[in-house]
């Protein structure tokens, strides 16, 4: 019976198409349709369903063969239809309207349930078929949109107090401390999505993007740690202000470098001690942050001179951005060789338990790593896994080397797929940062 109907419907179709309204051949196909529909709805609503390209009647597949069911399935998928109910009471002017929009060029804006309902018909409901896919894109998406909004009104919250700073005024970091505080919440609700956000790079701000994502990682390490919250916030801004002192100076000038470089840490301690309550570990950072393990580094400090721990962590934090950032005449290290660069640099120039502990949260293959897989797939790693070598990844190209779009993530844990090599994101001209 449902066979007939949708034989039926086709036929409908086919006769609004051919003929007018008032044409014998309309009527006696409309006819046939909607006493085909009160015939098989007799016994209540009659339903049917698209499943993978097939129609269904209840849990039956209707014969492929049938006349008119291929072009009826077609139309189903073309408009995300998942179901068409018919109801006893379906008018001709029902079966007219339903006919006229499954006519219509199908597109995202036109849901045909929806637009049945603007038309007043009641003899025919239809359900739209929801990608699984698109919906999480969407959800993602809008995450992200947000937490970039998150990221970037830190930026600009730290260059208004930076502006206040460099004019000589005393800075007020009252702004700042909240945003601070949504960053750190967001990272203990999905840590992959901020460290995902410290892929950013805009070369015009350099530092204070160098800043923010020095905070980030700095974080990493405290959370690795277990540091409790009230120690985490002041780590985040002891990090965000850590490189304060470079504002003193006139960074354009080449000759300058030498000093910005070995004096910028007691500027900034000088700088944050005018800052009315700050956390005082703020000034220790700004000024021990270039002190290494081994005693070298600057300014000079007396022998055996240990620096407090937040400054070895934010040591930690901004050696990695700085590995990883573009400098001037070369391309930064890929995020899995600059922890392996790290591990090379303990125990002298960094503290090696903090290093292991940002190593272990990172995993060899860091959250931002563009990596290609077994099937020649190519993804950006976009969190951890449990195994270090089989982190979630975003795929950008399908094996087939065509763009992916709004595909969800492949957890590598449970997929036969497994990375063959990191790739450099020039090679693929690539932004990382866009995936994530
Ligand atoms: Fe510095
Ligand atoms: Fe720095």
């Known amino acids: 019976m449902a066979t007939a109907l949708?034989?039926?419907?086709?036929?409908?179709?086919?006769?609004?198409s051919l003929y007018p309204q008032s044409h014998p051949e309309h009527r006696a196909a409309f006819d046939a349709f909607v006493g085909g529909v009160a015939r098989t709805t007799a016994a209540g609503p009659l339903t049917l369903n698209l499943h993978l390209g097939r129609l269904y009647h209840e849990s039956t597949v209707l014969p492929a063969d049938a006349p008119g069911m291929r072009s009826i399935a077609e139309s189903f998928e073309a408009h995300?239809?998942?179901?068409?109910?018919?109801?006893?009471?379906?008018?001709?002017?029902?079966?007219?309207v339903l006919i006229e929009i499954i006519g219509m060029k199908?597109?995202?804006?036109?849901?045909?349930?929806?637009?049945?309902?603007?038309?007043g018909v009641a003899g025919v409901l239809a359900r739209r078929l929801e990608a699984p896919d698109e919906e999480a894109a969407a959800v993602r998406e809008e995450r992200r949109d947000q937490d970039r909004a998150m990221y970037r009104?830190?930026?600009?919250?730290?260059?208004?107090?930076?502006?206040?700073?460099?004019?000589?005024?005393?800075?007020?970091?009252a702004d700042t401390g909240p945003v601070v505080a949504?960053?750190?919440?967001?990272?203990?609700?999905?840590?992959?999505a901020v460290l995902g956000l410290a892929m950013m790079r805009d070369p015009s701000e350099a530092d204070l993007f160098h800043s923010v994502n020095t905070m980030i990682y700095a974080i990493t390490i405290g959370v690795g740690l277990e540091i409790p919250p009230e120690g985490l916030n002041t780590l985040g801004m002891c990090a965000l202000l850590h490189d304060i002192g470079k504002l003193a100076f006139d960074r354009n000038d080449p000759a300058?470098?030498?000093?910005?470089k070995l004096l910028h840490p007691r500027v900034g301690a000088e700088i944050l001690a005018r800052v009315p309550d700050i956390d005082r570990a703020a000034m220790l950072v700004a000024y021990e942050h270039h002190h290494r393990p081994d005693g070298t580094g600057w300014p000079e400090m007396e022998p055996g001179y240990v620096a407090h721990p937040y400054s070895r962590m934010v040591s930690i934090a901004d050696r990695y951005d700085r590995l990883t950032t573009d400098a001037p005449g070369g391309e930064g290290l890929t995020p899995d060789r600059a922890v392996v660069q790290l591990l090379r640099e303990t125990p002298g120039a960094l503290d090696p338990i903090f290093t292991r502990v940002f190593v272990r949260e990172m995993g060899a293959f860091p959250v931002g790593c563009l990596v290609r897989l077994s099937d020649q797939s190519v993804g950006v790693?976009?969190?951890?896994?449990?195994?270090?070598?089989?982190?979630?990844?975003?795929?950008?190209?399908g094996a087939d080397g065509i763009a992916i779009e709004a595909k969800p993530d492949t957890d590598l844990a449970d997929s036969d797929l497994s990375i063959v090599e990191v790739v450099p994101p020039a090679d693929l001209s690539e932004t990382v940062s866009d995936h994530l």
């Open 6 to 16: 949708v034989t039926a419907l086709s036929g409908a179709r086919k006769a609004h």
């Open 80 to 96: 995300r239809i998942e179901s068409l109910t018919f109801q006893p009471d379906l008018t001709e002017a029902d079966a007219i």
């Open 106 to 119: 199908p597109s995202a804006d036109l849901d045909v349930a929806t637009e049945l309902e603007a038309r």
């Open 153 to 173: 009104r830190l930026v600009s919250t730290m260059k208004r107090a930076t502006a206040q700073i460099g004019s000589g005024g005393s800075a007020s970091l």
């Open 182 to 192: 949504s960053v750190l919440e967001r990272f203990m609700d999905d840590s992959a």
């Open 256 to 260: 300058q470098h030498e000093r910005i």
């Open 381 to 397: 790693v976009s969190a951890p896994g449990l195994d270090p070598l089989k982190p979630r990844v975003r795929l950008v190209y």
